[in-house]
């Protein structure tokens, strides 16, 4: 999907990071504190469906919205997708999203994959559906917020590749049923 090549720091947790303030906060600084807010981010490696299933139950089980980041492995820059797990009345929605600046200093807002959804955050935290934009302003909306977002992501590492934030991982392993 995208290179979020940081000059060698790991894109994972300034990702995790900026992605929601950007859509909460478009013009508060970099770093300031999330507040109330219904979406989680992650960042997986390996394969989506396995990342999928277990976020999808976390999501589930929580009632609240995850956005998932995938990379192939530890190693690569590059997001090879964006995925939305939103529990819904019928069970969880889940779908390939990407985010979209429809204007510099405006929230950042997701766009399905298939261009037929859209979700915006309220003052409030909550991600809602809202209306999707013209097709014309897409495209355009999605490199403008991926430009933004890597912006976002610079300030929050150091010169040595440090992200400037106190953060933690969560490592979950896949069990490889063939294995004895």
């Not at 999808?56 to 089980?61: E, F, H, K, M, T």
């Not at 003052?123 to 809602?128: C, D, F, P, S, T």
């Not at 977002?149 to 991982?169: N, Q």
Request: aromatic share 4%; glycine share 8%; net charge negative.
């Amino acid at each position: 999907m995208i290179d979020l090549n940081l000059g060698g720091a790991c894109p994972r947790r300034p990702l995790t990071y900026a992605f929601i303030r950007a859509m909460k906060y478009p013009n508060a600084p970099i770093d300031v504190p999330l507040g109330e807010c219904n979406v989680g981010v992650v960042a997986s490696n390996g394969s989506s469906a396995e990342g999928i299933e277990v976020i999808g139950d976390v999501a589930l089980r929580s009632g609240r919205n995850w956005l998932m980041a995938n990379f192939a492995d530890n190693i690569t820059t590059e997001c090879r997708d964006l995925v939305l797990l939103r529990p819904v009345d019928e069970g969880i929605l889940i779908g390939t999203v990407e985010p979209c600046l429809l204007r510099p200093g405006a929230p950042m807002i997701l766009v399905s994959a298939d261009r037929t959804r859209a979700f915006e955050m309220t003052a409030a935290g909550q991600l809602v559906d809202r209306p999707v934009p013209r097709t014309a302003r897409v495209k355009e909306g999605i490199e403008r917020a991926w430009a933004e977002l890597i912006r976002r992501m610079r300030a929050l590492t150091t010169d040595s590749g440090e992200f400037r934030h106190e953060s933690w991982e969560i490592h979950i392993m896949a069990l490889d049923a063939n294995a004895h």
